[in-house]
């Protein structure tokens, strides 16, 4: 009998939650139309643009395009020599129809990422093309410029007829390829972005740990005040949010600035005899984003602060702990929810700071948004933009991940 029971038992369970599962179904379905429309548009207007614009951190269209003779007649060649008359005379038809299309310029200025004065010698042989005598272009080729003449330069070239290139990702980690096609660390002189991704997350972990050092007792404070006066407290916490930010970082300029607000207050106590230089320094900039960072670390806290019961605290007292031992025992670990909410939101927001560095701080303050904004905006390099952008959002990711690793998404709360 008993036997009987322990086989039919576990049979039953299986099929009625199999039956509860096809009765939630249709309500599963029901909530899964009402937000197909909202993810339609996320991923349209969100997803797609973003993902688009990162393949052209890999994507190589201009030689492929450009030069379709030359890399067919380069298949053959060592790498090792000059190429043959036949690779010249392969160019010289490539760049006399680029010269009609108006592609040549695109071509040497994706070359020369690569090899510095690549686009001057492309533009110089696409002018005096009219001009080759017939015979030998090679020695023509190497008056106008020696380079031609060097097996590098080709090889460049033919590295390129791939309809994708490492070049973008590999010099946002201050790497390269040299001729033979081997990764290597760019000299000291050139490598940059790995210095700029450390001042990012520098910056970004300053910001982090100063809202949480100011958010935490404002958040505290809120959660103990009586409702009317919590509710005042709260208003000003979100009254920044209603500002726009432009116009929150341009307050900064006024109270930075040598003859600002704060200079004039700090020669008026007698803090200090002469004006300080706030503007376009590290310190203007961190103290500008934690004051606009603020109210996203103290939200979450406060949340959490309010969610923990007030007896919790009188009970510890009454069991004999001093004060701060009852706090920090008993109600500082069960806010570390919201901490850690708060926090990874001030920090990936603070990963991709554009407006408040460009116009609180100096050269050193810049982040690698502001980067991605210069080479899309004034050099035109999508691919090098595109690769920043991948490298921060792994980043980002990384941070994200390893967040949920240590606390759990269940236990980080958002509000």
């Known amino acids: 009998m008993t036997q009987t029971m322990s086989l039919v038992a576990p049979t039953s369970a299986a099929s009625l939650g199999a039956a509860l599962r096809r009765a939630e179904r249709p309500n599963r379905l029901k909530a899964l139309g009402l937000a197909l429309p909202a993810l339609f548009f996320l ?8 993902g688009v614009f990162l393949t052209t951190a890999v994507r190589n269209p201009e030689v492929r395009t450009v030069l379709p003779q030359t890399i067919a007649a380069l298949k053959d ?6 190429p043959g008359e036949e690779v010249f005379a392969a160019l010289a038809a490539d760049l006399a129809r680029a010269k009609d299309g108006n592609t040549a310029a695109s071509l040497g200025k994706r070359l ?13 042989v696409v002018r005096q093309l009219g001009k080759f ?14 380079a031609w003449a060097s097996p590098d330069l080709w090889a460049i070239i033919k590295r390129n007829a791939s309809p994708v290139t490492p070049y973008y990702l590999l010099t946002s980690v201050d790497f390269g390829q040299n001729p033979a096609g081997s990764i290597e660390r760019v000299p000291d002189s050139q490598a940059v972005f790995l210095d700029i991704l450390g001042r990012t997350l520098w ?23 009586p409702a009317r006066i919590a509710g005042f407290l709260l208003l000003l916490v979100l009254l920044p949010l209603w500002t726009s930010l432009l116009v929150r970082t341009t307050a900064w300029v006024v109270l930075l600035q040598t003859d600002g607000v704060i200079n004039q207050a700090l020669l008026a106590l007698g803090l200090t005899t002469e004006k300080l230089q706030l503007m376009l320094t590290r310190f203007g900039t961190v103290t500008a984003m934690t004051h606009i960072q603020l109210p996203f670390t103290i ?17 510890a007292r009454s069991l004999g702990a001093p004060p701060h031992f009852a706090f920090w025992r008993v109600y500082a670990p069960q806010t570390l929810p919201g901490v850690a909410a708060g926090c990874l939101m001030t920090f990936i927001l603070s990963l991709g700071y554009y407006i408040t560095p460009a116009l609180v701080g100096g050269p050193r303050d810049q982040m690698m948004s502001n980067f991605i904004a210069t080479y899309i905006n004034r050099d035109l390099n999508w691919g090098m933009a595109a690769a920043l952008a ?7 990711l990384s941070i994200y ?15």
Do not use: H
């Open 133 to 146: 005598r017939e015979g030998a272009l090679a020695p023509q080729f190497a008056a106008l410029d020696p």
């Open 43 to 50: 991923v349209v207007t969100f997803a797609a643009p973003i």
């Open 203 to 225: 910056i970004a972990g300053l910001v982090t740990v100063a809202t949480l050092v100011l958010g935490f007792p404002t958040a505290y404070v809120i959660s103990l005040a």
């Open 112 to 124: 020369n990422y690569e090899s510095a004065g690549m686009r001057s010698r492309i533009m110089s």
């Open 77 to 82: 060649w060592d790498g090792r020599s000059t």
């Open 390 to 396: 991948c490298l921060l959002l792994v980043m980002t």
């Open 401 to 415: 991940f390893l967040f949920l690793r240590l606390f759990g998404a269940e236990r980080i709360k958002l509000g």
């Open 299 to 315: 939200l979450p806290i406060l949340s959490v602060m309010k969610s923990i019961p007030e007896g919790q605290m009188r009970a």
